[in-house]
């Protein structure tokens, strides 16, 4: 019985410290910036959804979070409509995703915290392994973070949209802000 009582109390304490964070798309800001020789780039996508699961003490992490590929935009028509067709392919590959699978570092519900974030980034129909740093800061049940990495799109299997007269770096950088609600799993 002692046993028992030991294991529930095991089991009951590794649910307590594991919790869930709800990304809203209107609290979800993603942000890209891509240089060429002339200037640079500014443009947006959009959150789906995205639910992560983790645990702050053991560093377990799980979950998803859905970029509308399709909805990216850089103020261009002309611009967007080679992205979407000749790079991203969007109408092939309309989402991006990135499921966790750990938190290297601890997250602070109470404050401030930087933590890596490890996981699979899915986008133009293939996976790729990637670790981001993420600047955590909790306070009353929301917490909010911003991730700044690099897309290397070209290495990743996506086409150069270089042209003889226009040279465009060979990735992108990713700034994602956003704000969820994060609360213990029940």
Known sequence: MRRMLL?????????????????????????????????????????????????????????????????????????????????????????????????DGKVDLTGASSVKLHGMFTIHGAAHEITVPVAVTSKDGQLSAVIKFDVPYVAWGMKDPSTLFLKVNKQVEMEIQTTGRVSPNR
Do not use: C
């Not at 095991?10 to 307590?16: D, L, M, W, Y």
């Not at 798309?25 to 240089?35: A, C, Q």
């Open 7 to 103: 294991l529930f109390a095991v089991a009951v304490s590794a649910v307590a410290a594991d919790y869930h964070l709800e990304l809203a798309p209107d609290s979800t800001k993603i942000n890209w910036t891509l240089g060429d020789v002339l200037h640079t780039v500014h443009g947006t996508f959009k959150l789906k959804r995205g639910d992560v699961h983790f645990d702050p003490d053991s560093g377990q992490a799980s979950g998803e979070v859905v970029v509308d590929a399709r909805s990216g935009e850089s103020g261009s028509g002309a611009r967007d409509g080679r992205m979407h067709k000749n790079v991203l392919e969007s109408g092939k590959y309309p989402e991006a995703t990135f499921a966790p699978d750990r938190v």
